[in-house]
Every structure is written in C-alpha cells, then in structure tokens.
C-alpha cells in the first residue's frame, strides 16, 4: 500500500484533501486527482486507483475520534456545501468531482457486451457500485440523463444476475 492510497482509503486523513491554499481552489488535491481521469494516455491501472479513490470516499464512514486515535488538526480546510446532513465528508469532497466520473465512464463506455462477458464482471461491478453511489449526488437533468445511459446496459434482460 502506497501512503497515497492509505491517505485516501482512510476516513481519519480526510481533511488532508478537503486542504486548499487560500485564494487558490484549483490547487486542490482532489481536482488535480480526478483530472487525471482525462487524460490522453490514462493507464487502466491510474484509472482504477482513481476509482478507488472515489469508491473510498464515497464507502467509509465520518471519522470518529476515540481517547487512543484522536482528530488530525489541519487548517484551511474547504469542503463543498450540502444540504443534506446525512451525506459524510467523503461524499461531500466527492460532490465536485461527480462530473469527471461521469465523463470518465461514459469514455469507457459499459456496454451490453462488456456486461455480458465474464472477464469484465469485477470492473463492471465496481462501475455499477461507483455508479449506484454517486446517484444520489445528480445536480441536474444532464448529469440524471447521463447517468441513466450509462445505467442502461445493466438494464437488459439477464445482465443483472451475472454481475
């Protein structure tokens, strides 16, 4: 495990990522992270850390400090408004980026073949997690639209029991 993947898939470093230099937003971690997604030469294995990163963000609970494993006091913190209480911090510092990972895997495109094929069924299945738990974060009708096609596939009959 890299330190990046562990600062990331552990929900206690969160404010490491929601940290931006004052005056500055676009140096933000995560922006410079989903951007990557992008990219001209992307590699499938840069591509699925990055999606582990989103499914991270999205999967782990609020950090609860305990008297052995206390809070991390770090400063300039900026996270995206919400109003709805329930979404946790790894999903309100995802809230921005929800569009890069819906244009990412619309360039990917799942389709019915690769639904259907048995050496995709970990990939597809955590497409369709990724996708699953972003849903509820559609800001407007394009974003629901795309979102919708990219969920299609899975829609036709006898491609749900095989993921």
Sequence with gaps: MT???????????????????????????????????????????????????????????????TETVLSLPVTGCVYPESTDESITIGGRLILPHVPAILQYLSKTTISTEKVKKKKNRAQVSKELGLLSKISKFMKDKEQSSLLITLLLPFLHRGNIAEV
């Design 3 to 65: 330190i990046s993947t562990f600062v990331f898939s552990s929900c206690r470093y969160f404010p490491f990522l929601a940290k931006q230099k004052p005056g500055h937003p676009e140096c933000d971690i995560l922006t410079n992270v989903f951007a990557i997604l992008s990219a001209k030469n992307l590699s499938d294995t840069t591509a699925s850390t990055v999606m582990d990163i989103a499914d991270d963000l999205l999967s782990l609970p609020d950090f609860e400090p």
